[in-house]
């Protein structure tokens, strides 16, 4: 029942064929994502006068890290803002994906495995607070925020975000979890688990790629938000990452290697998480799941 | 029998308390901000709510949707943002399936590409903003540079100051910041996918396509709805790019309803029209959902053998 | 291979610095000593208040322009060591963020400012929407005659004081002194057909291929960029006196079409369509322009080796036509509804006074008259200083009425169709003229 040999010869020359597509297209795909960012490096020691250069001088004639010490380790206003900024960011942030994916993987549970009415509309309503545009209910939150006094605190960034990301945490998971075989949650209830049990012990470690896809993606939405974090903080007190570098904009003027050196500072907490966690997004089935045995 | 039937109803009614008890912190996270405030912003809109009016605000019912979806002004908007969106969130998706997939091929150093990729979506869009205007900038930016450095160009050319050409830079600036969030979705739901399936398929006969076709992408396909989903609501609502790189121009070439949306809100202050802009904004968000699931489940239904 | 082990132990780590950095920087520290004095020392003692107990304004101000966060923090512990009864709370935006961040704090319920920065251009917004309060009777006398007129316009509204004047700013004609002397002149243009024969004599000469560079993104700077064009075809006011709009007629409607004609003879840079000051300012400093209409601080910015590849070559002179260029200043409000409205006018008088401007020059430029007759002060830049003293004297304003901002919206867009060939500037700013009604009754 072998197949033939000319069969297998032609196989494996495709696969071979296919893997230097592959390795080229990865090499395609790495340049296209690391050219802009190289640039911004490059920008980050740079000069303002070398960067009005023409013809463009890739490489700067004196880089410099002052900006970038200058933000990590510098003492005057903007750099201790920025650096308030990152303990803040990361604050509200760690909180408000903690918030989301317990309370969202819960629920999303509940509408992949459990029969209520309801199910399939009130996902859309969760929705809404994501698709409407910060600019139409900013102003009840921000009065609602100043009534409690908790304006320019994390507290207001924490309840906002979790929010606005609890539905996507919800959304993504139910569909995750409705990959997963329900022979695995049966095979834990019979062994005497409750739905909670099931979820906590059986579904959750086989659904660890897309737990930390979306936790990223939680992460990331919290890391980057602007315009709430704009209206909702006032000093250094709250501020968070995006909004310290915005400050570094002038009325007149921008200082982009600043910029950029406070980009760079920026991208990298997410990063640092991204790798750390990038096995466990293709940890795959975990052996023995009853698929095939 | 009629035992199972028992068992199974008060299976059901338990399990719907169940449900009740493992949505309600979601429900009460999600609503409990936001309730208020979107019932707040859908009221103001039937107002005429100005800030150099303080006081005076008559009630002017649908008066304010009226104006907008009669105004030139708006469908323009519409219309760019419909290109934009089309554009940025279809060719991410494209993009996002293939670097999903070839992330997911066993190379080496596939290691090297999924650490790398997040590191767009990680940028701040303010940065990746400003970022990108300075590698588009007419005279001195890096776009410029290397075109005519490897002589695919003649002339400097002016990418954001050009009607024709702004809107198509800034797509470019949101495909390469948000394609890594749907290659890692993609990621991700293939894990889902159980390789006996593809190399039964494969036994069977099928090529590397067909067996793409007809094994993985149905069974991921709710996966790349969701990030077809989350891509076109980021690029309705997509603003600081635009602001910073072209502010709306050359001549609201680049205005769209989401730039068009916070003038009016937050520059001029017309607060009713403001949330007259937004809950729009929310229902074509809604009209393209609905759209996407029509045709996943078209498709799906085609689909089954 | 990396062990995830090791890979998180160091993550742990760089994300533990990235936080203790972040930690250790509660309580900023105020540093940098203020600018060595060059004026006699602030009268700061004001007449107290019997008010019981310390009292706190809570100030609103702009970060990266005009005068730096450390220079306001500097001119505000002067202020509070004068006047122990009175505490400030500082605060700082970007400019982009100024203006929402001042409405939605008086409309959104927390009125927490007493006293916030406000460009010139929200000035009448602001009062119509009851935001800021009337200070006429708060303004003494030596600043109504000792400042320059057109500052003073610029903080008032029918009539009444809605702003107490201090940071002062207007735009000039930089050139290129060496591409000046190559194509043979020797003074920079005074009007603005001299400047359009210099240039078109410096392009055929082939010292440069465009010029002149503009501010043409759309966005305010090209209705400021307009302006301060429009002033030297004798344009004085966009309005009559009965206020009807008259932009489209006389001298705003010439410089329009000046600023058209010199893009279509290829004097102007076609790259200004998407340019605003930072631009400007890039090309002049790295020798890729000859003039450009931009703010005072690309002159200091021409001379620092950093930022500029043509040091010492850029001149500075007064705008073509008579130097009367667009206002840019920014004014201090006191809110309707502040809470301790004696004691924030009392600040705002003190920042404006005329020996705390003058100690900050290097800053910004002082809006006092008399300032000017002082060559102390005006030795570091002379060059600056006396085409300032001509183009205040000649400062012109945008329209100031309560609806400015869809006023410029709706102009934004009909300069850039004009410049871009798709109306003709009469078409464009008919097309604006119509519309006047309805954003009069916003």
């Keep these: 029942m072998t197949a033939p040999a000319s069969w297998r010869h032609s196989r494996s020359a495709q696969r071979r064929a296919a893997r230097l597509v592959g390795y080229g297209l990865t090499v395609i795909a790495l340049a296209a994502i690391l050219a802009p960012f190289a640039w911004l490096v490059i920008s980050a020691v740079s000069s303002q006068a070398d960067l009005i250069t023409v013809p463009l001088r890739w490489i700067p004639e004196h880089p410099t890290l002052a900006r970038l010490e200058d933000l990590l380790f510098g003492s005057n206003a903007h750099a201790d803002a920025f650096r308030a900024a990152i303990r803040n960011s990361l604050l509200v942030t760690s909180a408000s994906t903690a918030i989301s994916m317990v309370t969202g993987v819960l629920a999303a549970y509940a509408f992949a495995r459990l029969r209520f009415p309801g199910r399939n509309w009130l996902i859309f309503v969760f929705m809404a607070t994501y698709m409407l545009p910060g600019v139409a209910i900013i102003l009840p939150i921000y009065s609602f925020f100043s009534s409690v006094g908790w304006l320019d605190t994390p507290w207001a960034l924490i309840i906002v975000y979790s929010s606005f990301v609890t539905p996507f945490v919800i959304w993504l998971m139910r569909g995750y979890f409705e990959t997963v075989p329900t022979d695995l949650d049966d095979a834990a209830r019979i062994d005497g688990c409750s739905r909670l049990g099931a979820l906590w012990r059986v579904v959750l470690p086989v659904s660890a790629p897309g737990l930390v896809s979306t936790a990223l993606l939680a992460f990331l939405f919290s890391w980057d938000e602007f315009f709430f974090a704009l209206i909702l903080t006032q000093t250094e007190a709250g501020k968070t990452l995006p909004i310290a570098i915005n400050d570094f904009i002038g009325r007149f003027t921008v200082d982009f290697p600043l910029l950029a050196s406070g980009g760079l500072i920026a991208a990298l907490p997410p990063v640092i998480i991204a790798f750390v966690f990038q096995r466990r997004i293709v940890a795959g089935l975990t052996a023995g799941s009853v698929q095939g045995s | 029998m009629s035992h199972a039937l028992v068992s199974l109803r008060s299976r059901l009614q338990g399990e719907r308390w169940v449900a ?86 066993p190379l080496r150093g596939r290691w090297l590409l999924r650490s790398v990729i997040i590191l767009p979506w990680a940028l701040p ?52 910041k948000n394609t890594p969030l749907v290659a890692l979705l993609v990621l991700a739901a293939l894990q889902t996918v159980p390789k006996e399936l593809a190399d039964a398929a494969e036994v069977d006969g099928a090529d590397a396509l067909q067996v793409f076709r007809r094994v993985t992408l149905p069974l991921i396909m709710p996966m790349l709805l969701v990030a077809l989903v989350l891509r076109t609501i980021d690029s309705i609502k997509l603003f600081n790019t635009i602001y910073v790189m072209t502010g709306g121009g050359p001549a609201n070439a680049t205005q769209t309803i989401s730039l068009y949306a916070y003038k009016t809100a937050f520059q001029v202050f017309d607060f009713g029209k403001g949330a007259t802009l937004g809950w729009l904004i929310a229902f074509v968000t809604v009209g393209f959902v609905i759209v996407y699931l029509l045709l996943i489940r078209g ?7 | 291979m990396f062990g995830t082990v090791r890979v998180g132990r160091f993550a742990t780590v760089a994300l533990g610095i990235l936080f203790v950095l972040g930690a250790c920087s509660t309580g900023a520290s105020p540093s940098g000593a203020p600018p060595t004095p060059t004026g006699a020392q602030p009268t700061a003692a004001v007449s107290q208040s019997p008010a019981a107990g310390p009292v706190t304004i809570t100030a609103l101000f702009m970060t990266q322009a005009g005068y730096t966060d450390d220079e306001v923090k500097a001119m505000t512990d002067a202020f509070t060591a004068a006047n122990p009864s009175i505490k400030v709370d500082l605060q700082f935006v970007s400019y982009e963020a100024l203006h929402e961040k001042i409405v939605t704090d008086q409309l959104g319920g927390s009125g927490q400012y007493d006293i916030v920065l406000q460009d010139a251009i929200w000035g009448p917004e602001f009062a119509v929407a009851g935001i800021s309060a009337d200070v006429t009777d708060s303004i003494p006398a030596d600043m109504l005659s000792g400042v320059f007129g057109g500052v003073l316009v610029g903080t008032q509204y029918q009539g009444r004081y809605y702003g107490i004047p201090w940071l002062n700013d207007t735009q000039y004609l930089y050139y290129n002194k060496t591409m000046l002397q190559k194509a043979g002149f020797s003074a920079p243009p005074s009007t ?33 960029n307009w302006t301060s064009t429009a002033g030297g075809f004798g344009m004085t006011d966009f309005v009559d006196a009965q206020g009807n709009p008259t932009f489209n007629t006389g001298g705003s409607l010439q410089a329009l079409e000046y600023m058209k004609k010199l893009l279509d003879e290829g004097v102007t840079n076609p790259a200004s369509t998407n340019y605003v000051s930072n631009d400007v300012k890039g090309a002049l400093l790295s020798g890729q322009a000859a003039f450009g209409i931009v703010w005072a601080y690309v002159y200091a910015d021409s001379l620092d080796p950093a930022k500029s590849k043509v040091v010492g070559e850029i001149g500075i002179a007064p705008m073509a036509g008579g130097g009367h260029a667009c206002n840019g200043g920014m004014s201090l409000a006191i809110t309707k509804n502040a809470k301790h409205r004696q004691e924030a006018i009392d600040y705002a008088l003190y920042l404006a006074s005329q020996p705390v401007e003058e100690k900050y020059v290097t800053a910004a430029l002082p809006m006092w008259k008399s300032s000017f007759e002082k060559p102390e002060l005006s030795a570091s830049a002379p060059e600056l200083w006396a085409a300032a003293e001509v183009a205040y004297q000649g400062m012109i304003n945008r ?44």
């Design chain 2, 299 to 305: 498709s799906a239904r085609e689909n089954r053998p």
């Design chain 2, 20 to 105: 009740v008890a493992m949505i309600a912190p979601a429900t009460l996270v999600i609503l409990a901000i936001t309730v208020v405030p979107l019932l707040r912003a859908m009221w103001m809109s039937l107002f005429h709510i100005v800030l150099i009016r303080p006081g005076v605000e008559p009630f002017v019912g649908l008066g304010n949707y009226i104006a907008e979806l009669t105004s030139p002004i708006f469908w323009g908007a519409m219309g760019r943002t419909f290109v934009l969106t089309v554009s940025s969130a279809g060719v991410s998706l494209a993009l996002g399936l293939g670097l999903g997939v070839l992330m997911n091929q």
């Design chain 3, 192 to 224: 603005w057909d001299e400047m359009e024969q210099q240039a078109l004599a410096m392009k055929q000469k082939g010292i440069i291929d465009y010029p002149f560079v503009g501010q043409y993104k759309q966005g305010e700077a090209l209705v400021a």
């Design chain 3, 399 to 442: 329209p100031m009425v309560p609806f400015y901002t869809p006023l410029s919206n709706a102009l934004q867009v009909a300069l850039q169709e004009a410049l871009l060939g798709q109306k003709t500037p009469k078409a464009a700013l008919d097309g604006v003229v119509a519309q006047w009604g309805s954003l009069q009754s916003q």
């Design chain 2, 125 to 176: 869009g303010v940065v990746n903003a400003f970022m990108w205007q300075w590698i588009d900038h007419a005279q001195y930016g890096a776009l410029n540079a290397l075109l005519t450095q490897v002589h695919l160009l003649d002339t400097y050319q002016n990418w954001l100051g050009d009607p024709g050409t702004a809107l198509w830079m800034i797509v470019i600036a949101d495909i390469w």
